[in-house]
């Protein structure tokens, strides 16, 4: 049961335009959401995180946006630049963070020069 | 300050042998977990520990795999008689000590142990 959902695999985008990722949840218990980037053979970066009580959060040119009737959020990084290309995983916790994250499959996101 | 460091980075055992993956949390950090990655797939939860006391172990499986935060030194994955369906990339968490108050906490990750079953 994928209770974190990530429906695209692949994303490419124009260097300087905008990158939406999305990422839909089932779990209503999840109160508090974060967006973590990978690279080959490293460990996952934490990007940025928002909690149920927000929709929107903003660092630098990440932007997550979170709509809760429709269980959905996307992170949104604009402008694009090269060294966004990565894989990106949404993630889900319940009580604000104090449990274990699960995660969606991940959307490897490409930045076109 | 340091992040969180895992050792080995890159781990060979034979099908039947143990491996042991070593964590050790960010400064000032008193939670861990462990979560797997297999191939051109998401990382799953495994085990959420404190110093001395397991937490949640509810992905775990049942035999074979253990874990630890003793009061001193790394948190250790241990994995007994290892088959080639182990091989993944086993990664380590942390967070913060909790405080009172409303608040949340984002789990920061090492790099990972590559395990591979041969």
């Known amino acids: 049961d994928q209770q974190v959902k990530q429906n695209s695999p692949s994303l490419s985008v124009q260097e300087g335009r905008i990158s939406i990722l999305n990422c839909d949840y089932t779990?209503?218990?999840?109160?508090?959401f974060l967006w973590y980037k990978k690279y080959p053979a490293e460990g996952p970066t934490f990007l940025i995180s928002i909690s149920s009580i927000k929709d929107k959060n903003e660092d630098g040119r990440f932007t997550v946006f979170l709509n809760k009737s429709a269980k959905h959020l996307s992170l949104h990084i604009v402008p694009s630049q090269p060294g966004d290309s990565a894989v990106y995983f949404c993630?889900?916790?319940?009580?604000?963070?104090?449990?274990?994250?699960?995660f969606g499959t991940g959307t490897r996101l490409t930045i076109i020069p | 300050n340091a992040g969180v460091m895992q050792n080995p980075r890159h781990l060979v055992r034979r099908r039947g042998q143990e491996a042991r993956l070593r964590c050790s949390p960010m400064k000032g950090h008193s939670h861990v977990y462990w979560y797997r990655q297999l191939p051109e797939e998401g990382l799953k939860f495994m085990v959420y520990l404190q110093k001395e006391n397991i937490i949640d172990e509810s992905g775990m499986p049942k035999e074979r795999f253990s874990a630890e935060f003793p009061k001193e030194g790394p948190s250790i994955l241990r994995i007994q008689q290892v088959v080639r369906g182990d091989s993944a990339a086993y990664f380590c968490?942390?967070?913060?000590?909790?405080?009172?108050?409303?608040?949340?906490?984002?789990?920061?990750f090492g790099p990972g142990t590559r395990l591979t079953v041969t």
């Open positions: 779990n209503s218990m999840f109160d508090y």
């Open positions: 968490a942390s967070s913060p000590l909790r405080t009172s108050g409303p608040s949340s906490y984002e789990q920061y």
């Open positions: 993630a889900a916790s319940a009580n604000f963070g104090n449990e274990k994250l699960t």
